[in-house]
């Protein structure tokens, strides 16, 4: 096994955590999070320049930090980064399950199959493969835990977006089952479900979108918030990085919003 650097404190002092949507966006933001509380971190992202940023950036921090690049879709990527854990770090002691798409903005009745098995592939199977690889690497460290990203969408539908709140509440589902399966091996398995953030992710609209659409959307997903306004990334990796923790050593197979008040809004700005 590699020489590990050790001069971190906190609550993540000697964790080593697999991350998938690494790059960017929460993923990204939970990544370094974890690591300035004493985490090294394994990520699997598509994009090579950015998990190569990410490296960068955590490794000023102190911290491991190696790189896995491929798409979730391909199980053998998931493989890797746990091998790739164990060969440098080890083992690990926790999975985010992150990495996601939007997938078409469309009604139910003109989502084409392919559209549907895409978003499926990637938010819903992928996740299903991770928290499943992660059980016996996880279970020989003597537990550990997981969080899965899906999101507010996944607990209330969304206007011309069902493939992706289908998704999400599939994952949530997941969460609830794993949590089941994997309590008597101390593994806790969660569910953070964002609302709208400020992440590349949602940034995609602006392509597809005329610029007065989009401020319009823009607004008025804003309004359906209490604190009439976006997250930021940072904030679910804070969510993120409790979950993760001894913290919430009592907390298993729970769908956390972290939304700015959107699942209790009545739709109007307070």
Partial sequence: MAARINNGQGRFAGKVVVITGAAGGIGRASALRLAREGADIVGLDLSREGLETLAEDIRALGRGCESVCGSVTDFSAMDAAIARAAEVFGGF?????????AGPMKRFDRIESEEFDAIVAIN????WYGVKAAYRPLRERGGGAIVNVAS?????PNWRHSPYGITKAA????TQHAAMDYAADHIRV???CPGPIDTPMFEQMRAVMEPAAYQASRRQIEQRTLMNRFGIAEEQAAAVAFLLSDEASYVTGIAMPVDGGWSI???HAH
């Fill in 265 to 267: 809004s009545d739709g």
């Fill in 190 to 192: 969660n569910c953070l």
């Fill in 171 to 174: 994952v949530v589902s997941l």
């Fill in 124 to 127: 819903l199977k992928a996740v």
């Fill in 93 to 101: 002691d926790g999975l985010v399950n992150n990495a996601g798409i």
């Fill in 152 to 156: 507010m969408a996944g607990l209330r």
